[in-house]
């Protein structure tokens, strides 16, 4: 069985910082893209970012330049460095991870940008 464990969210005043962590654990195999989501009540996830196995990204265009994807495939595990965090960045980050045969989600973790 394969678990997706995150971590890292919380509340947090505009400007400021955030790192979310997502690691894979039980038989997960063939890891291709890891990536994190975001949802906010009423409407559809949408990607923030992915990070390919050959180590490639992209970036939401709303989030470009504040936030930073990185993996490391030894402990199966996906990090997003959030800065200069914005109101609207506000939702439930999700990660994601697709291996050759299956999509795994994590169960979400909350992300408030508030003063």
């Known amino acids: 069985q394969v678990q997706l464990v995150e971590s890292g969210g919380g509340l947090v005043q505009p400007g400021g910082s955030l790192r979310l962590s997502c690691a894979a654990s039980?038989?997960?195999?063939?890891?291709?893209?890891m990536g994190w989501y975001r949802q906010t009540p009423g409407k559809q996830r949408e990607l923030v970012a992915v990070?390919?196995?050959?180590?490639?990204?992209n970036y939401a265009d709303s989030v470009k330049g504040r936030f930073t994807i990185s993996r490391d495939n030894a402990k199966n595990t996906v990090y997003l460095q959030m800065n200069s965090l914005k109101p609207e960045d506000t939702a439930v980050y999700y990660c994601?991870?697709?291996?050759?045969?299956?999509?795994?989600w994590g169960q979400g973790t909350q992300v408030t940008v508030s003063s």
């Open positions: 039980g038989r997960i195999f063939n890891i291709y893209n």
């Open positions: 994601e991870v697709t291996t050759l045969s299956n999509v795994y």
């Open positions: 990070v390919s196995s050959g180590g490639s990204t």
